[in-house]
């Protein structure tokens, strides 16, 4: 059975950084694009970054760009994500997902494979 797992939240103050893994089980990333998006208490699910694993493409949200880098693990079964400069408006649940080839990478209904998330909270 094909999985996702996310680690690497946590509570950080603003300005910290933080890093996310994401795991697969069950297969490689090779093939697909692998993206992060977020979630808020009483919000949509937000895009966040997007790696398109065979090209090397990275895609970002206004909100991340420039503070977010998504990047390849040295495995081929992890993605990163690497969050600096934190604000207390990131604070949310962080998923990752996976799809092969999706249309728009910023759209979470093209994505098929989701894990169960992990929570960062930034603390003003």
């Known amino acids: 059975q094909v999985q996702l797992v996310e680690s690497g939240g946590g509570l950080v103050q603003a300005g910290g950084v933080l890093r996310l893994s994401c795991a697969a089980s069950?297969?490689?990333?090779?093939?697909?694009?692998v993206a992060w998006f977020r979630q808020a208490p009483g919000k949509e699910r937000e895009f966040v970054a997007a790696?398109?694993?065979?090209?090397?493409?990275?895609y970002y949200s206004d909100s991340v760009k420039g503070r977010f880098t998504i990047s390849r693990g040295y495995t081929m079964n992890t993605v990163y994500l690497q969050m600096n400069s934190l604000r207390p408006e990131d604070t949310a649940v962080y998923y990752c997902?996976?799809?092969?080839?999706?249309?728009?990478?910023?759209?979470?209904?093209?994505?098929?494979?989701w894990g169960q998330g992990t929570q960062v909270t930034v603390s003003s």
């Open positions: 997902a996976s799809a092969t080839a999706p249309p728009n990478v910023a759209v979470h209904t093209e994505y098929d494979l």
């Open positions: 790696l398109n694993w065979s090209g090397g493409s990275r």
């Open positions: 069950g297969r490689t990333f090779s093939g697909y694009v």
